[in-house]
């Protein structure tokens, strides 16, 4: 008695595995490409600069501000910063 070939064969396995490969590979990039900042887009909580980073300056302000430095301390850093 003959069976047939009505089943999945092993290409039908392979080409099954591909498509589900492909569709995670498709979704990974889709979550990546709409989850990251574009160029140019500010970054939320960045302090805008070239860099994105805080400047020396403002730090120095700020901890003058809150008396964690003396006038002679902020004077100093100041100097050494080149300002």
Do not use: H
């Not at 979550?31 to 994105?52: D, K, Y």
Request: charged letters at 15%; a negative charge.
């Amino acid at each position: 008695m003959m069976w047939g070939n009505y089943g999945m064969g092993l290409w039908g396995w392979g080409f099954g595995a591909l498509i589900l490969v492909g569709v995670v590979i498709l979704i990974g990039v889709l979550v990546r490409l709409f989850s990251t900042p574009r160029a140019g887009a500010p970054v939320p909580g960045a302090v805008t600069g070239e860099t994105g980073a805080t400047p020396p300056k403002q730090i120095l302000d700020e901890r003058y501000a809150k008396g964690e430095m003396t006038t002679e301390e902020y004077q100093e850093r100041l100097t050494g910063l080149g300002l």
